[in-house]
């Protein structure tokens, strides 16, 4: 073991992540420090519930409700920020960062937001930030991505991301269960975001696929460039159906290089039930990297959770350790490429994106309808891939399409005619799908 002092490490937050990180820093302690180095000791904690933060770590630790005083104290090296939100999580970083720590987030929210200037901050003070557990909880894929794969022109990346909303699809599908009934599970477990409808609604998302993507492909982060919906619109009807053509029903975040551009999309997608991704479970998650020398890759594993995060904020705090005393021109830069070699590509409009769709529309059962339907497609360019017409009784019936690829923008025109058909009686139900090819 080296000689070197214990690097001193200032956890701010003690909730999920922050509980977790302290319970795998202690029981690890001597396998960390014969990786490390030296020995990894959290020497102070700021936390809102003091009491909570007591009860686990005894009086072995001081802990305050003061995140500044940690934050400022000049004898430790590395801040851990896992209190989450923006506004006081940007203040608190930006201070570390100015009073020379290293930070160890797993704020995806904050780097969404405010990543490019924080990266920038850090640089100038000579400091690290590492944000591991900010993407796919404990699956080493910033690592990955940004060191493993980096001979690369990374084309596309496409994850599963967030287990709160993986956990609910997938319990709506296995069980028959209610949407709501799963969320509470969900939060119970401890996945869901303090306010869950970022996981619902698409947005935790895309704060990581915005993170994720800059990484990939050389380009700042631009969380507010992502298309991004969620799946509260996803019925039993959609699930069943889906299933019935061979395919399921999966919140992705797709990044994707185009000749003129990058997509940025985040949406409920039909993926082929073959595909390894459509067997990604409960809170698992798993991202697929395709990048030109390596081919198709598939990294799996827990999205979220107590220890599985904190796996990540642990190995954040390892390598920081390890780098500590190396030169900052030779350590890796915090976007995998170079911080004047960012590259400004367009990213696309969600009109601009290549894509397949499933529609669904209630129809009158009578003759012409689906030869109108078809007409409409025909005249923008759409190619059908399958379809499935059910009889509803009351001279209803319900149309499910499946398209192939085509682009966003036709397809819209197109649903907006059909929509105007006296025949079709309600909204045409869009889910986007990709084959994965
Ligand atoms: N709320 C997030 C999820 C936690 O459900 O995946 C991990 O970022």
Redesign the pocket.
């Given at each position: 073991m080296s000689h070197l002092q214990a690097i001193r490490v200032g956890l701010l937050g003690f909730g999920v992540v922050g509980s977790g990180t302290w319970n795998v820093l202690r029981r690890n302690s001597n396998e960390i420090a014969r990786r490390a180095g030296r020995r990894i000791e959290i020497v102070r904690i700021a936390t809102r519930t003091i009491s909570k933060a007591t009860n686990v770590v005894g009086d072995s630790v001081p802990v305050t409700s003061d995140l500044m005083e940690v934050v400022r104290d000049p004898s430790i090296d590395i801040v851990v920020e896992l209190i989450g939100g923006t506004n006081l999580a940007k203040d608190i970083v930006i201070e570390a960062l100015k009073n020379g720590k290293h930070v160890v987030t797993a704020n995806?929210a904050l780097l969404a937001h405010h990543g490019n200037e924080i990266f920038k901050i850090a640089s100038e003070n000579k400091v690290m930030v590492a944000f591991e557990a900010a993407v796919a909880?404990g699956i080493p894929i910033i690592k990955s991505v940004r060191e493993g794969l980096t001979a690369n022109r990374i084309q596309s990346v496409a994850g599963i991301i967030?287990?709160?909303s993986n956990f609910i699809l997938s319990e709506m599908r296995e069980k028959g269960l209610a949407f709501e009934e799963v969320l509470k599970e969900a939060q119970r477990l401890g996945?869901?975001?303090a306010d869950p409808t970022f996981?619902i609604e698409g947005v935790?998302v895309a704060h990581k696929l915005s993170i994720l993507a800059s990484i990939a492909f050389g380009v700042p982060i631009q969380f507010d460039r992502v298309f991004s919906e969620g799946i509260t619109q996803i019925e039993q009807e959609d699930v069943v159906q889906a299933e019935r053509l061979g395919y399921r029903l999966k919140l992705l975040g797709i990044a994707t290089r185009r000749e003129n551009g990058i997509e940025l999309r985040v949406h409920p997608t039909l993926i082929p039930n073959s595909k390894m991704l459509a067997n990604v479970n409960g809170a698992m998650n798993a991202v697929m990297v395709r990048g030109d020398a390596v081919g198709e890759t598939l990294f799996y594993g827990p999205?979220?959770g107590s220890e599985p995060?904190a796996s990540a904020v642990v190995a954040d705090i390892v390598d920081v350790t390890r780098l500590h005393t190396a030169d900052p021109e030779h350590r890796v830069p915090h976007l995998a490429f170079q911080p004047d070699a960012l590259e400004d590509y367009k990213i696309l409009p969600i009109e601009e994106a290549q894509t397949g769709y499933y529609l669904r529309m209630t129809v009158k059962d009578q003759k012409g309808v689906l030869a109108d339907v078809s007409r409409i497609f025909a005249d923008h360019g759409i190619s059908i891939n399958s379809m499935i017409q059910d009889n509803k009784g009351n001279n209803l019936a319900s149309l499910v399409f499946l398209i192939h690829q085509t682009i966003e923008a036709s397809m819209q025109r197109a649903i907006q005619q059909i929509e105007a058909l006296d025949s079709v009686q309600n909204a045409v139900k869009l889910i986007r799908l990709e084959t994965l090819e």
């Open positions: 995806k909880g967030n287990g709160t996945y869901a975001e996981d935790d999205g979220a995060t």
